[in-house]
């Protein structure tokens, strides 16, 4: 325990110990053992962030930086990213036990969010109106919403990160980033970046720490103006509340349930291919894992043949290895509810075609693993086919009409995303109007982009991040009216 880093948070530019001068450990996935001490903020803590995000926000250093210097330090900082690119996403690994190939390819694209909303900071304008009334000059100015709370999880962490950093610094705000305990190394070795890049002390802070101890103190906190959070339903309503107390704006993204559609005139190799990046790329966990795969009925027996084909051919393993097609289980939590509901699925009359089982295999090392599993005569209201697993557990639902796989996509409280795999303009076209989720994906499956808005229908969120609008979020408006006639209405009737 002696040999561990004792990691320092981020405030006012200063590295910190945390006031309850404790700290707790980070554990690697893979070998199951702690790698790294964090720092356990607390309310002190998160009241010494705030204040220097405040401060930031009024200060000249930040607040009278033109549009366009601010836009250079998003970009002085995605090159910073594009450097320490290996380094980060070799500490993501280590921490939260993705692969290795997953997180170096969403390391070299963070930088583009950085670029694209740098380069959008210098275009937000308001807009003169021709207002209905004489003699006054009526324009709107889009203006900062003051300090950010960003709460971020585990799975993605410097990618659902910079989701929110980028246009909320874009849009000329200041940040208190509190990181998942679960992953919070590789946002302090991010927060350094921001030194670097030439931020304000202030800017951006980072405490890190426990949902109920940092979390919570942060959200209500009377001096934050905004909350953005990504995380699980549950964990989402709670925050939605307590920010709605302090009548906070808000974005929310959340978890899902999505469904993976592949109709009888699909390409059948290239959906198989699809459903299974959908499922078990990521481990499943991933917030748009596609953990139902809705299967036309003529090609139910040859479709799921092919799948449990290529899914048995998953290679797992250490995750620090390019080879490695299915890592660990993040969390021990999350090991035994996956397992949970293997079990509850089995109990249920699913049943299990793959997997359904701790991973035994040497390569598998002292890692919370868990098998890739596919169950079949999944019933839609069977509690495997409406609830977030966040593992590598697939249920095949077959379906007969059109009609049907809408009916059962849509049966859900998520809505957060969905995949169609079909030959037909029609159908393609009909099924992406049809489907209550925030991202239609046809004939591919797991493509986001910096340009494209990202966000969930029903419980899967609130919001949108990513693409040209996701900088809104972080604006409000200002209606500006100018007497330009000179000449004084009465005082006594609305102008
Ligand atoms: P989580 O909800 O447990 O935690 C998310 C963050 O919230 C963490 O930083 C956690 O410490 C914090 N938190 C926990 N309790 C809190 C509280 N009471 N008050 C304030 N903050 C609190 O989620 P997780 O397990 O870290 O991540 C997995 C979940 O995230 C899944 O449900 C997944 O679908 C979802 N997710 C959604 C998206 C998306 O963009 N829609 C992306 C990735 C993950």
């Given amino acids: 325990m002696s040999e561990l880093k004792k990691h320092r948070m981020l405030i006012a530019g200063q590295w910190v ?7 707790f450990e980070s554990v690697n996935p893979y070998t199951a053992a702690p790698w790294a001490l964090i720092p356990r903020g607390n309310r002190e803590d998160v009241d010494s962030a705030v204040a220097a995000a405040k401060s930031a926000f009024y200060g000249d250093a930040w607040h009278k930086l033109t549009a366009t210097a601010r836009g250079a330090l998003l970009f002085k900082l995605a090159d910073l990213i594009a450097a320490d690119a290996a380094k980060l996403s070799e500490i993501e690994t280590t921490d939260n036990g993705k692969l290795i190939a997953e997180m170096r390819g969403q390391l070299n694209y963070i930088p583009q969010w950085f670029r694209y909303f ?3 900071a210098d275009k937000i304008e308001g807009r003169v109106i021709p207002i209905d009334k004489p003699g006054v000059f009526n324009f709107t100015r889009e203006e900062p919403l003051g300090v950010v709370a960003a ?10 990160a910079a989701w929110k950093l980028a246009p909320a610094l874009a849009a000329g705000n200041t940040v208190v980033w509190k990181p998942s305990e679960f992953s919070s190394v590789s946002a302090l070795a991010f927060g350094e970046l921001f030194e670097r890049a030439g931020f304000p002390p202030g800017v951006v802070n980072i405490v890190t720490g426990f949902g109920g101890e940092v979390g919570e103190p942060l959200i209500s906190h009377r001096d934050v103006a905004k909350v953005a959070f990504t995380g699980g339903d549950k964990t989402g309503e709670h925050v ?9 704006h808000v974005t929310l993204e959340l978890g899902g349930k999505s469904a993976n559609i592949v109709f009888d005139d699909a390409e059948i190799d290239q959906a198989v291919k699809g459903v299974v990046s959908g499922i078990f790329a990521a481990t499943g966990q991933t917030c748009i894992a596609g953990s139902r795969a809705l299967i036309h009925r003529p090609i139910l027996d040859r479709f799921t043949d092919e799948l449990l084909a290529l899914a048995k051919t998953a ?7 390019m080879g490695t097609q299915v890592g660990p289980i993040t969390t021990r939590p999350q090991y035994d509810k996956v397992l949970d509901y ?3 699925a089995k109990a249920e009359g699913a049943v299990c075609r793959l997997g359904g089982a701790p991973a035994q295999r040497p390569e598998c090392g002292s890692g919370w693993f868990v098998e890739p599993t596919i169950f079949t005569g999944v019933k839609p209201e069977m509690r495997i086919a409406q609830e977030e697993v966040f593992g590598p557990v697939l249920s095949i639902i077959p379906f007969d009409t059109e009609d049907d796989a809408v009916g059962i996509a849509n049966g859900t409280v998520y809505g957060l995303a969905a995949g169609v795999w079909t030959k037909s303009i029609r159908r393609a076209l009909s099924m992406s109007e049809r489907l209550e989720a925030g991202t239609v994906w046809v004939n591919t499956y797991r493509a986001v982009s910096y340009m494209s808005p990202f966000g969930g229908y029903k419980r899967s969120g609130i919001g949108r ?22 000449n004084a209405p009465n005082p006594f009737v609305m102008r």
Avoid at 151 to 160: E, G
Avoid at 240 to 248: M, P
Avoid at 315 to 321: E, I, T, W, Y
Avoid at 465 to 483: C, F, H, M, N, P
């Fill in 315 to 321: 290679k797992m393993g250490d995750p620090l290895d």
């Fill in 118 to 120: 740098g380069g959008l």
């Fill in 151 to 160: 709460v971020t999880p585990w799975n993605s962490p410097l990618l659902l």
């Fill in 465 to 486: 991040e990513s693409g040209i609008d996701a900088i809104r979020e972080y604006l409000q408006t200002k209606s500006v009216w100018i007497d330009i006639a000179g």
């Fill in 342 to 344: 293997i079990r509850i």
């Fill in 17 to 23: 110990e945390p006031a309850s001068a404790t700290w």
């Fill in 240 to 248: 939605y509340q307590l920010a709605a107390r302090g009548l906070k």
